[in-house]
């Protein structure tokens, strides 16, 4: 199986980082960054910027890269490496009716540093680096669910 490749956002309003919900249905309590899957043929900017829109609807300007991530679950094999960018809004704002045309993302909230600490995130270094700076790689970790 192929190492799936995919981008993130860290984006900060206010001093809050906008989180989507990680799996869809209700599967999990567990909250990532909004992004996802590259797309062949496509920068790894404007794959951010489709899959912000589409589980957002927001529009972002992405700037440098700050963390690389990668998770795997060695069962099914499956193996995902994640490159997070500092991005910036530039057009929209949270909607609650916002709907993700691929039905993943159903909810999405910004939240402080201390407040994270009261949910289930991945990677593990999301707060770290959110609010931070810097370029970090975080080695292999296995997905949880």
């Avoid at 900060?12 to 960054?33: E, F, M």
């Avoid at 490159?83 to 709907?99: K, L, M, N, P």
């Amino acid at each position: 199986m192929p190492i799936r490749l995919a981008t993130r956002a860290i984006i900060i309003q206010d001093g809050r980082l906008l989180l989507v919900n990680a799996y869809p249905d209700g599967v999990s309590d567990l909250w990532c960054a909004p992004g996802g899957g590259v797309e062949t043929g496509t920068s790894l900017p404007d794959n951010l910027i489709r899959e912000v829109h589409e589980e957002t609807g927001l529009t972002i300007a992405v700037g440098p890269p700050c963390l690389i991530n990668e998770f795997h679950e060695p069962v099914s094999g499956f193996h995902q490496v994640d490159i997070f960018f500092r991005c910036t809004v530039t057009d929209g704002r949270i909607d609650r009716t916002w709907r993700d045309p691929e039905k993943v993302v159903t909810e999405r909230r910004l939240v402080t540093r201390a407040e994270m600490k009261q949910l289930r995130f991945k990677p593990d270094s999301l707060a770290e680096i959110a609010f931070s700076d810097g370029l970090r790689y975080d080695p292999l970790e296995r997905l949880i669910r």
